[in-house]
Structures are given as C-alpha cells and as structure tokens.
C-alpha cells in the first residue's frame, strides 16, 4: 500500500461550486498533516495544516479521521484561481521527512 | 515568501557530465531536502538532511549525492549525468520540530541531453 494516496482526478467544476478532496494515510503513528497545493511547473506551497479537531481557513475546512486514517479538504464557493493540484502530506513511517500524494487535480471553470 | 533558493532554475546538460544543482536557505532551518518530481507525477523525497554533516537517502533511489558542510547550504550532485536523470528537483526546509510545514524552493528543472 502507497504511503499517501489520493484521488488523481481531474475534478472538473464551475464556479462556486463546493468540491471535496480525499486522502488516506498508510502511517498510523504520523502525527501532522497538510495539504498543498501545486500550480503548473510550479514549487508546492502550503494551503494548510491539518488539526486534529478539524480547521477552517475562509472557504477551505480540513478534516482528519485517524480511525478510518483519511484526511479531507473541502473547497467552498470554487474559484477560477482554485485551479491547481492538491497534494495530501503525511510525516513517513520514521517521522524524518513528508511524504506526498500523487495530487488531486483541480480545474474550476467559468 | 519563503526564503530558500536554488540555481540553476533551468539546465540542459549533455550526457556525461557532472552537475551539482544548488539549494540555499536563510532561515536557518536544520532539516533540508530534496524531492524529484516527474512532469504530472508525485514528489519523491531522495535526499534530506538534519543538519551539517547529517545525509540520509529518501525513499527513492537516486544515484545523486549530497552533502551538509553549512546549515543553509545543501547541494545535491550528479557524477555522470545520464538522459533518466531529465526530471524537476525540488529542495525544501524545514524546522527540526516535529510537525513543521516545509518550505520549497523553486525547483531546477533538469534536461539531459
């Protein structure tokens, strides 16, 4: 089993609509999480980091399940800019260094 | 903006050739790493660092080597570069506290001819 997997998409939406990313996690003992996003032949940038109690940032809430070992992203009222892949990061089974998904590929149309 | 840099952003290299591919920071963050990332595909971590003179290979096997002689320094070198090795390198930084986000720079994309 892949240490991260996600669904590779694309999701393919219109604008203002919600959009729900999921990704689950082979490392039980992995303790921080984040998503990222990637524009196209860019370098990944932090969206955010994934608490255990769930967290909101404007129209991005995450959500992390470690019984069922899955995290979330939820994308509100999409934008044209929301057009982007979304990488899962997860700690790797040593706890040295972040181990990204493949991405889910985002593209929001008008 | 994060403050970590690499250079070159592009070379196109012929086969044969050493390169050395740079990645600086000025955060002064302990742990470094690189990733390769193929177009559309994921990242795959192949080096990282905790620190000076700490090098440890990432999951996917590289025939690249690194080294940590000064914390903000972390370059990654090819001896003999070879047409497989054309893909995006990506270095990135981090706190050594657990559960830090990491940093990237802006990757060197990599041709070899």
């Known amino acids: 089993r892949k240490e991260v997997e996600q669904d590779p998409g694309p999701f393919n939406v219109p604008e203002g609509a919600t959009v729900a990313f999921n990704c689950t996690y082979s490392?039980?003992?992995?303790?921080?999480f984040f998503w990222y996003r990637q524009d196209c032949r860019k370098e990944p940038k932090l969206l955010m980091s994934v608490y255990s109690s769930g967290n909101e940032d404007g129209r991005f809430t995450a959500q992390l399940n470690r019984a069922s070992q899955y995290i979330s992203l939820l994308i509100r009222d999409s934008k044209l800019s929301d057009s982007a892949t979304y990488l899962c990061v997860v700690f790797n089974q040593a706890g040295t260094a972040l181990i990204f998904g493949k991405g889910t590929t985002l593209s929001v149309s008008s | 903006e994060a403050d970590i840099y690499q250079t070159p952003r592009y070379l196109v290299i012929g086969t044969g050739k050493k390169i050395t591919l740079e990645c600086s920071q000025t955060m002064g963050h302990d742990k470094m790493y690189w990733y390769q990332q193929d177009p559309g595909m994921e990242l795959h971590l192949i080096h990282y660092s905790y620190g000076v003179n700490s090098t440890e290979k990432g999951d996917l096997s590289s025939e690249s080597t690194v080294s940590r002689i000064r914390t903000e320094h972390f370059p990654l070198t090819l001896e003999s570069a070879r047409p497989s090795h054309t893909s995006q390198y990506l270095c990135?930084?981090?706190?050594?506290?657990?559960?830090?986000?990491?940093?990237f720079g802006q990757g060197t994309r990599l041709t070899v001819v």
């Open positions: 990135a930084s981090s706190e050594m506290v657990a559960g830090t986000e990491a940093f």
């Open positions: 490392n039980s003992a992995s303790q921080s």
